[in-house]
């Protein structure tokens, strides 16, 4: 008769553990490689939309900054051309308005200027009146 030992039914019991286990321990590598892919799939679009993001942020400051150049060359295009604007009044101001004008037109017309004679004028008439006489 052959002994059997305690031990035995274990061992016996054990091999298709191992063949199950080994099946399992399969899966859950392949499960883990799977995670792995996906897990590194994430990684990369989460850079590329980092990048993407930083890119944007960059146009962004850079479209921003050529804004406020603008808006500064404009302010200063503003400022000449109000300043241009008070000279243009100011020089408006100056100049004779219509009721000035009127009024100097009524002394002219009052005068007539057209009728007095100059300097020149008078000597040649004095002199004719005189060169008569003798």
Same mark, same amino acid.
């Given at each position: ?33 799977? &995670?792995?892919? @996906? ?8 850079? #590329?939309?980092?990048? %993407?993001?930083?890119? +944007? ?37 100056? &100049?004779?308005? @219509? ?8 002394? #002219?017309?009052?005068? %007539?200027?057209?009728? +007095? ?18």
């Amino acid at each position: 008769m052959v002994q059997q030992s305690v031990f035995a039914k274990k061992q016996d019991s054990q091999l298709p553990n191992f063949a199950l286990l080994s099946s399992d321990v399969n899966a859950l590598a392949r499960r883990v490689r799977v &995670l792995e892919e @996906r897990y590194s799939d994430v990684r990369q679009k989460f850079q #590329l939309t980092d990048q %993407s993001a930083l890119q +944007f942020s960059k146009k962004q400051v850079d479209d921003a900054r050529f804004l406020n150049a603008e808006l500064s060359e404009m302010k200063q295009e503003i400022h000449s051309i109000k300043d241009t604007f008070e000279l243009f009044t100011k020089e408006l101001q100056l &100049l004779a308005k @219509r009721e000035d004008v009127a009024v100097l037109q009524k002394y #002219l017309e009052l005068w %007539s200027p057209v009728k +007095f004679v100059t300097q020149d004028e008078i000597e040649g008439i004095v002199e004719r009146v005189i060169a008569r006489r003798k």
